[in-house]
């Protein structure tokens, strides 16, 4: 019969074969083995082709009918080799294999060729019995043979070998030092890349995974300890090449990476809040240095996230916990204790002011898109952002009343940086004050075409305005203040005006945030332009009329209150316009005594035409600023708290107190970090207002009364 006579022929080639090797071992073996392979493997081939007849229809109706024992011809010949030869001589093709490895692993050159050629052939003859015919030639592999005559006792001898190294490399080093870790970590990294490689170019790809799992609690798991316990100081040594080494080692084993997290976030705590105490006092004085000692930390360890522990979320969360906590508690903060939570928001705010205020040094377009980018990158770690608003509503509104923005386009791209990071809601009060703006400056223009159609003179008037919606606005202390007629006029004119565009509307003038500029050639007939607030105008008109006054007789005639008149006079006294008779040599006086006689100083000089008189008064405004903020910042809280819990229980309808207060801290944590006392005293505020009731069954749920 054809089939058995092939089957009889190939059995008698490998026969043959096999007597060739039957003295050989190690690589010879392995060289006459997988030449042998390759041109038995190619003819079969050839030979199956040439059987594709007996294949198609005799092989297949035996293995339809049930026969065992029949196969593909090309699978006939692999079923030879197997079982003739492969069989015969496994013990030593498996020792030449195991050989060669170790001596590539112990430095020696070897041909992989050999490895990979012997390891396929393993791979080819271990097809699966059970379908010969439904696969034709290409039947399924099994890997049964690749993985009893080689993967199993290759992992073995893997884990023997490098359990070895790891013993001889600990006996020969100290673990106390550094530099041995260093060498540890760099020394293996690179054992277990020639392991992926060696697996790559020779093994079967599914050796891969438990390769790795032998090697790696061997190398790592079983020394983690070791690795772990010289982190902090490669942070110190700035070791980013070998952090990021020990960053790989650890993330191949389970619950490697949770101490290097840990510490990492009390590390980058630690170095922040150092860095802020080294600068303190310049900090507390100096917005831009606080900002930029935030930023220097900052920076660098983002940086070393991004490269060395390739962005991994559990790093990036430790260093956000990290710049959370020392950006809100550090030694400036600490410098007043009374309004720890202020100081943080108050000085970015503050940074704020600076880098959009106009100034000789402005940056351009791009510098300032990077520069506030920074700046978002700190807000974000605030707690207290309503705080921060707070400060930064106040310092905006007074660039836009004096016109000192560096430009529309940056505070608008700062909003809705701002407005990305927290919402609408957070930022629609600086939306609605930037388009109060706009409106005033449509009627500042109407008023002025207006005053030239009925002035004779044609003259235009040089007058501004800017008309604030209540409510949107910092609030604003109202003074008495009797106006000079050359002021009241306009006052008045615009008064008229704005009526008949605009009615059941009340105009209330903020005289203390008012300015204008004076004309004077009183000084020794030299021409000064002053630029002044309203009130220091209204006092230096006076001495028009006449060269000496007392403090009270100015606070008669401007009808000003006694704080008021004495902080007023006392800058124009600092600025050394008027002079307190007497006591000439005074230039410093805070507050003018009420008894006190101010006269012109005759002898005043200055090198500048133009002089602002007005910038005397900002630093009191500073204190007041914050005075302001503390006052109303408990209050606004409770207003904000008590308006989110009646939406949560407007929807929910009934809650438990513990998902009440659950649900509350998450939705406010964009905006600040409220305390459980407080919300205590909102929920109980609100009981009162007959807003909620507790649950007559259920002390500890609240229910929702519409």
Request: with cysteine; proline share 2%; glycine share 4%.
């Amino acid at each position: 019969m054809l089939y058995d006579r092939v089957k009889s022929y190939i059995v008698r080639v490998v026969c043959d074969l096999l007597y060739g090797c039957v003295d050989l071992s190690g690589e010879p073996l392995l060289q006459y083995y997988s030449t042998k392979w390759e041109l038995f493997s190619f003819a079969m081939k050839v030979v199956d082709g040439i059987f594709a007849y007996l294949n198609r229809h005799w092989v297949r109706r035996e293995f339809d009918e049930g026969r065992e024992g029949s196969y593909m011809v090309y699978i006939l010949g692999l079923v030879a080799w197997r079982e003739a030869l492969f069989e015969k001589i496994k013990d030593k093709l498996r020792d030449a294999l195991l050989e060669l490895v170790r001596i590539e692993r112990t430095g020696g050159m070897i041909n992989r060729n050999l490895i990979s050629t012997t390891l396929r052939s393993l791979e080819e003859i271990g097809h699966d019995k059970t379908e010969p015919a439904k696969a034709g030639s290409a039947a399924p592999k099994t890997l049964s043979v690749y993985r009893s005559a080689f993967e199993t006792p290759f992992l073995e001898t893997t884990r023997v070998f490098y359990t070895q190294e790891v013993q001889d490399f600990l006996q020969t080093h100290t673990c106390q030092l550094v530099e041995n870790c260093k060498e540890y970590m760099e020394k293996f990294e690179r054992r277990l890349r020639e392991e992926e490689l060696r697996v790559e170019l020779c093994l079967n790809r599914s050796t891969m995974g438990p390769l790795k799992d032998v090697c790696e609690e061997i190398i790592v798991t079983k020394q983690l300890g070791f690795i772990q316990s010289h982190f902090g100081t490669l942070l110190v040594e700035q070791a980013d090449d070998d952090i990021g080494r020990m960053y790989q080692l650890c993330l191949r084993v389970e619950k490697g990476l949770e101490a290097l997290r840990q510490a990492l976030q009390a590390y980058v705590t630690k170095v922040g809040r150092e860095a802020l105490e080294q600068r303190c006092q310049e900090a507390l004085q100096d917005p831009k240095i606080y900002v930029h000692t935030i930023l220097e930390v900052h920076q660098r360890y983002q940086g070393l996230v991004e490269r060395s522990f390739s962005k991994e979320v559990g790093f990036v969360k430790s260093l956000d916990t990290a710049a959370i906590a020392f950006i809100n508690r550090n030694a400036v903060t600490e410098k007043a204790p009374e309004t720890r939570v202020l100081k943080s928001p108050e000085l970015i705010a503050r940074y704020c002011d600076l880098l959009m205020k106009k100034n000789s040094k402005m940056p351009d377009e791009m510098e300032m898109d990077v520069l506030q980018k920074n700046v978002i990158t700190i807000f974000k770690y605030l707690e207290d952002k309503d705080i921060f608003m707070k400060f930064y509503t106040k310092h905006f509104s007074k660039r836009l009343l004096n016109e000192q923005s560096a430009s529309d386009e940056a505070e608008s791209s700062f909003i809705s940086k701002l407005t990305e990071c927290c919402g609408f809601e957070y930022t629609s009060r600086l939306a609605k004050m930037v388009q109060d703006t706009q409106v005033s400056k449509d009627l500042s223009s109407g008023f002025k075409d207006q005053q030239l159609e009925s002035s004779r003179s044609k003259k235009s008037i040089e007058f501004g305005i800017q008309v604030l919606s209540t409510g949107t606005w910092p609030s604003m202390m109202l003074v008495n203040l009797n106006l000079p007629r050359d002021l009241s006029t306009t006052v008045e004119g615009f008064t008229a005006f704005y009526n008949t565009k605009f009615t059941g509307r009340k105009l209330s003038w903020i005289y203390n945030q008012s300015r204008g500029e004076i004309t004077s050639t009183a000084f020794k007939g030299k021409k000064y332009v002053f630029g002044a607030t309203t009130t220091q105008m209204c006092t230096l008109l006076l001495f028009n009329e006449q060269l000496e006054y007392s403090a009270e007789k100015i606070q008669e005639a401007t009808g000003l209150d006694t704080k008021t008149t004495q902080m007023v006079l006392g800058s124009l006294v600092k600025n050394q316009v008027l002079k307190i008779k007497g006591a000439e040599d005074v230039k410093d006086a805070d507050k003018v005594p009420m008894n006190a006689h101010l006269v012109l100083n005759m002898g005043y000089s200055n090198k500048k035409v133009r002089v602002d008189l007005s910038k005397m008064t900002m630093a009191v405004q500073t204190a007041k600023d914050q005075e302001s903020v503390q006052k109303s910042m408990e209050e606004d809280r409770k207003n904000i708290i008590q308006a989110a819990i009646v939406r949560i229980m407007k929807t929910r309808k009934q809650c438990s107190h513990q998902k009440l207060m659950v649900e509350l801290i998450e939705q406010l944590s964009t905006r600040f970090k409220p305390k459980v006392e407080l919300i205590k005293k909102c929920i109980g505020s609100l009981i009162e207002k007959e807003y909620l009731k507790r649950n007559e069954d259920q002390r500890d749920l609240y229910d929702y009364l519409a």
